[in-house]
Nanobody
Framework: VHLVDSVGGSLQAGASLRLSCAAS????????MGWFRQTPGKEREGVAS???????KYATSAKGRVTISKDSAKNTVFLQMNRLKDEDTGMYYC???????????????????WGQGTQVTVSS
């Protein structure tokens, strides 16, 4: 499984950004896909997940501002982030696994495949 994250960027607080993750053939329709954020000095945290059947889950901090979706025909997963805040700054990674249980919550099953990551910087 090969994942390629789109380019992030530097944005002002309050702006919107959509990240995309291009996956190998059939990955998004057969795997659990997730987005994670890594900031210096902090543990990597899950943002959202979407299962092969389209079921979505969100971290508490992401609910209401973040939407994960996918286009299975294009094997691409998206992370739409609205009303960006300074604390959204970080390196974002797309990830996938084919096992049971699709979640990015702490203690969930580890993801096996990772994108290269993309930097998102939000400033106020």
């Amino acid at each position: 499984v090969h994942l390629v994250d789109s380019v992030g960027g530097s944005l002002q607080a309050g702006a919107s950004l959509r990240l995309s993750c291009a996956a190998s053939t059939y990955t998004s329709s057969s795997h659990c896909m997730g987005w994670f954020r890594q900031t210096p000095g902090k543990e990597r945290e899950g943002v959202a997940s979407i299962d092969f059947d389209g079921t979505t889950k969100y971290a508490t901090s992401a609910k209401g501002r973040v939407t994960i979706s996918k286009d299975s025909a294009k094997n691409t997963v998206f992370l739409q982030m609205n009303r960006l805040k300074d604390e959204d700054t970080g390196m974002y990674y797309c990830a996938a696994h084919s096992g049971w249980g699709c979640s990015v919550a702490p203690g969930s099953r580890d993801f096996d495949y990772w994108g290269q990551g993309t930097q998102v910087t939000v400033s106020s």
